[in-house]
């Protein structure tokens, strides 16, 4: 069975083809990406009518390339998966009417797909695969951060989120109050890698609350008034800055995790999305899981952020767990991850 799927709900356009098998990885037989950054770099931000228009010029040629690439003819593909939700309006409802309309064409049934729970997945098509049900995972991109307990494909239930900014809106935020370019989080990242996270002290935001929920809007608060006493910072003191905003994030985002497995009693940890692309928490949790004998799966770097290969792997894993098709749904930009059938 070959799935092709159809990512457009932010600033990436991404094109895949999967060769659904009975395991649980599949083949890639394509998988394209069209990154917007460049076109979005020089307001600082994802403007969300230039966005629409360039997944509307990007999108037909990129699955024409994929086709090729692939080797696979429409009449080959068996699904369409497409993102449906959450994103922005304007640029989930080109990749869902190109997919309705190459559906309605060549008579093949289109699957809505939740992007949040294409990253959820998305550790699935790395080697290691996914731990065993249940787990828990760390979901953190640039528009949510969760914690979630996976006790099945599709079955869903959060049990921590954020009470105000993502973490990877919280990495775009601070990266912008140090002048530095977007997406903010690689480039902090970047920065960070030759500073002292010592000089700065920083809020651990949440962190002493005996819950599982974030608050990352003081922390950009944090940044921005330890910024006035350095109204011209120079690059050693952006690089300490952004080592010790990384560390403040992925301090918190350790131990809420560690936290949500122990209380859990699982003792498996999956982190996704754009955010778990970022090296200092990858290792950190890596330490951290080691020495508290939790399983960590973590995604290939290309698989954290936007892609869809997660959306054509998310269809495989719910047609094998038995999902039949949606007949009535909608590009819907709000949707919640916990309230998927
Ligand atoms: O999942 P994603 O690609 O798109 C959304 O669904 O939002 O996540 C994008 C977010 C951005 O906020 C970006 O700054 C952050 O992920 N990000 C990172 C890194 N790479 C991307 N944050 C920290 N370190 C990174 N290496
Ligand atoms: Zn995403």
Aim: include cysteine; aromatic fraction near 6%; glycine fraction near 10%.
């Amino acid at each position: 069975m070959h799935i092709l799927g159809i990512e457009s709900s932010c600033d990436e356009t991404a094109v895949a083809i999967l060769r659904a098998d009975h395991g649980c990885r599949g083949q890639l037989l394509a998988d394209l990406v069209a990154s917007q950054v460049s076109v979005h770099a020089r307001f600082g931000g994802v403007v969300p009518e230039i966005a629409s228009r360039e997944h509307l010029r990007v999108l037909p040629s990129l699955v024409e390339q994929a086709l090729q690439q692939a080797d696979v003819q429409w009449r080959d593909v068996d699904r369409i998966a497409v993102t449906n939700g959450p994103g922005l309006m304007g640029a989930l409802l080109v990749g869902v009417s190109y997919a309705r309309a190459a559906g309605f064409i060549h008579g093949i049934p289109v699957m809505p797909i939740h992007h949040m729970e294409g990253h959820l997945l998305a550790p699935g098509l790395s080697e290691a695969g996914l731990p065993e049900f249940p787990f828990i995972c760390l979901l953190v991109s640039g528009g949510h951060t969760m914690l979630v307990r996976v006790d099945g494909v599709g079955k869903y239930r959060i049990i921590g989120r954020t009470v105000d900014d993502a973490a990877g809106e919280c990495f775009d935020k601070c990266a912008r109050l140090l002048q530095c370019g977007y997406p903010g989080g690689p480039e902090i990242a970047r920065l960070a890698q030759a500073g002292d996270a010592q000089r700065f002290s920083l809020p651990r935001p949440m962190l002493n609350r005996d819950n599982l929920d974030f608050s990352f809007s003081g922390l950009k608060t944090a940044v921005m008034y330890a910024l006035r006493k350095h109204p011209q910072p120079d690059d050693a003191l952006k690089q300490d800055m952004a080592a010790a905003i990384e560390a403040s994030i992925g301090d918190v985002l350790v131990k809420k995790s560690i936290r949500a497995c122990v209380r859990e009693q699982v003792p498996r940890l999956v982190i996704a999305g754009g955010v778990a692309a970022n090296r200092y928490l990858r290792q950190r949790l890596q330490d951290e899981a080691r020495r508290q004998n939790i399983t960590l799966a973590l995604p290939g770097l290309r698989y954290c952020t936007d892609n869809a290969a997660m959306i054509a792997y998310a269809a495989q894993r719910r047609l094998q767990a038995g999902y039949q098709d949606v007949q009535d749904w909608d590009a819907s930009p709000r949707s919640q991850l916990g309230g998927m059938a």
